[in-house]
């Protein structure tokens, strides 16, 4: 019966793709086309056929450390404060990509600064529009909105607000706050992390993924970090590795502690076990995140650009072979979600490509 229905759904969406705007082939504002011609280049180009890889995650990673170079107390404090999504990641990169944070982005920042340079668009524009488009390739994702018109000219981003997976999680949440972000914000975008994969934390496991879908926006990241850490994923431990709970998989300290913290706890949890939550406050999350230090009034909505992403049909899952006692619950007001238990023995979690 469940089969049935969302094969029926399937086939409605089919059927809605083949007339011509929702899809996005062509645009509500006439302002907006130019756009139309980028997402195809870059849709065949860098995301490699519109698929969900390292080329998204990448381009994800990137639309936050450009954004987060944005400081209300520098600011008060009478020095500059970063531009916030302004594109310096890309047009000084020879600064910002020597910030310890920022390692394993220039195989990101290139293809998008040359993008950007051949379609006439700005840096800043360009690094907003490739996260949306790239989420809208993974199953599950929420559709981004698009805001173009961001200024081409920035100054460099000051040093030391991009928060890093060794951070305490009072460190990062006090980032974040002074970015603009409550603790349950901070939280619903961390559902990035569910399309992720490390290189520069442990070398030798490159690409190990942060769950077990990393090709599918899906809620496994916050159940998976939560289970017990039982294993290493590689030969050694890495920077700010804590033990995993699956073999494959990366598990970082920060993403470890905002998971148990009492202040983000709750928010984690509720995210386990609820798609449409997740996708929707992540939405919400970026919308903020992706305009940050920008007037709103001054850009264009080119949201129609953004490809409808495929649902994904898998409900929540404890991994096979674990159980609820493996999970370490850490909201006290709420016992866990009672999730169903997936099938024989969860396999080894394959590496991403990278
Ligand atoms: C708030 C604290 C955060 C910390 C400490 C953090 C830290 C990290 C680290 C250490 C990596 C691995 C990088 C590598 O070795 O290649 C990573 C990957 C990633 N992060 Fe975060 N992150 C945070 C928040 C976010 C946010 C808010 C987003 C987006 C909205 C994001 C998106 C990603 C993505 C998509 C990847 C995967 C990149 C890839 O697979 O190449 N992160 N993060
Ligand atoms: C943006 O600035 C760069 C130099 O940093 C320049 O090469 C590029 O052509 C500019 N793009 C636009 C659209 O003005």
């Known amino acids: 019966m469940r089969l049935l229905s969302s094969f029926v759904l399937v086939a409605m969406l089919g059927l809605v793709a083949s007339t011509p705007a929702p899809q996005g082939e062509s645009t509500g504002n006439p302002a907006c086309s130019i756009w139309l011609d980028v997402r195809d280049d870059m849709q065949s180009g860098l995301f490699n056929g519109a698929k969900c890889e390292n080329g998204v995650h990448k381009a994800l990673r990137l639309a936050f450390h450009d954004s987060i170079g944005f400081s209300q107390s520098l600011t008060a404090s009478g020095q500059f404060g970063g531009g916030g999504s302004d594109g310096s990641i890309i047009e000084h990169s020879a600064i910002e990509l020597t910030f310890g944070p920022n390692g394993h982005l220039e195989g990101i920042v290139e293809p998008l600064r040359a993008l950007a340079i051949k379609h006439g668009v700005s840096f800043a524009d360009i690094i907003q529009f490739a ?208 999730l169903p238990i997936a099938p024989g023995v969860a396999p080894p979690i394959p590496p991403v490509a990278v």
């Open 131 to 338: 996260a949306a488009v790239g989420v809208a390739n993974c199953r599950g994702a929420p559709r981004l909105e698009f805001m173009a018109g961001r200024s081409n000219s920035s100054q460099v981003s000051p040093p030391r607000l991009v928060p890093g997976p060794g951070n305490s999680v009072d460190q990062i949440l006090s980032r974040m706050a002074d970015a603009g972000f409550s603790a349950d914000e901070t939280v619903d975008l961390l559902a990035s992390h569910s399309i992720a994969a490390q290189e520069g934390l442990n070398s030798a496991v490159a690409g190990s993924p942060f769950d077990s879908t990393p090709d599918v926006f899906d809620t496994q990241f916050y159940v998976e970090t939560l289970l017990k850490g039982i294993l290493n994923t590689g030969p050694t431990t890495g920077f700010a590795e804590k033990l995993s709970p699956l073999p494959g998989e990366f598990r970082m300290q920060s993403d470890f502690a905002i998971a148990r913290d009492p202040r983000t706890a709750c928010r984690w949890q509720a995210l386990t076990n609820d798609p449409v939550l997740m996708s929707q406050a992540f939405r919400a999350a970026m919308v903020r995140l992706s305009t940050l230090g920008n007037d709103r009034s001054t850009l264009q909505d080119c949201s129609d650009v953004i490809p409808i992403p495929n649902s994904n049909p898998s409900p929540p899952t404890l991994p096979g072979g674990k159980t609820e006692a493996d999970i370490e619950a850490s909201c006290p007001d709420t016992p866990f979600p009672v």
